[in-house]
């Protein structure tokens, strides 16, 4: 609908699947012990439904394995705080946060609203401690991602953690290393394990507003867009 009047601006569809999104988990153990409270279940098998895995608690963050800093972003970041929305344990880069500052802003005069960044670019330690979580509470990462052979590699890693008795600390280290052997190959289970990788909330804003974030993005150039319907979202890629 939006090609005609942004052409500049790369748009398409791409379809993921969540399975917690449409059950409740049972009685489960959480990925580095004790157990997950009834009322807490849904949350975390279906975290707003906007969010491609689960997200990670500040105690999940700390265990190992640990990935190197990246060098790009510096810590505190100088200047003043961005006004748009960060969900908890998401992090950018300074170029890119800068990029999605400009963007929020054109969207906010178009407006008045801010923009939620739901994601964006991640580790293979945080990609292997989410899916790890992710797994632990039923979900099906088979389903999510469109590369099946890079998935079934990380999983059967997983598997063989889980069915040699190993700790959960050692199986997401498994997982990390055949993470980390696809990206030395070029393969990238996730686009946010390239640099560059952000995702925008869609799922409270009108088609009106849609239309502006598209024209916001439009104006910001050098940035590529898709629309992702489930679960719904903006995927940026800052060049």
């Known amino acids: 609908m939006w090609r005609p009047l942004f052409g500049t601006i790369t748009i398409g569809f791409a379809l993921f699947a969540f399975a917690g999104c449409t059950g409740e988990a049972g009685d489960l153990d959480l990925p580095w012990g004790g157990t997950l409270p009834q009322e807490k279940r849904r949350a975390a098998v279906e975290p707003e439904c906007d969010e491609e895995l689960p997200q990670l608690t500040p105690e999940e963050l700390a265990r190992p394995p640990f990935a190197p800093p990246r060098l790009e972003r510096s810590s505190p970041r100088s200047g003043p705080p961005q006004r748009f929305s960060l969900l908890p344990d998401v992090t950018?880069?300074?170029?890119?946060?800068?990029?999605?500052?400009?963007?929020?802003?054109?969207?906010?005069?178009?407006?008045?609203?801010?923009?939620t960044v739901t994601s964006g670019t991640r580790d293979a330690s945080r990609q292997a401690k989410a899916m790890y979580k992710m797994l632990r509470l039923g979900g099906d990462v088979l389903k999510l991602y469109r590369n099946k052979d890079a998935a079934r590699e990380i999983k059967r890693a997983y598997d063989a953690g889980r069915a040699?008795?190993?700790?959960?600390?050692?199986?997401?280290?498994?997982?990390?290393?055949?993470?980390?052997?696809?990206?030395?190959?070029?393969?990238?289970?996730?686009?946010?394990?390239r640099a560059g990788a952000v995702d925008i909330r869609s799922r409270d804003m009108s088609s009106a507003e849609k239309r502006a974030f598209v024209a916001a993005v439009a104006d910001a150039r050098g940035v590529t867009l898709l629309e992702e319907s489930t679960?719904?979202?903006f995927h940026l890629q800052v060049d």
């Open 231 to 233: 679960p719904p979202h």
């Open 92 to 115: 950018l880069a300074d170029a890119v946060s800068d990029k999605v500052e400009a963007i929020d802003d054109a969207y906010f005069r178009r407006t008045g609203k801010h923009v």
């Open 164 to 193: 040699a008795g190993k700790a959960p600390d050692d199986v997401v280290s498994s997982m990390y290393s055949v993470l980390q052997s696809q990206i030395a190959r070029g393969v990238y289970i996730s686009a946010h394990l």
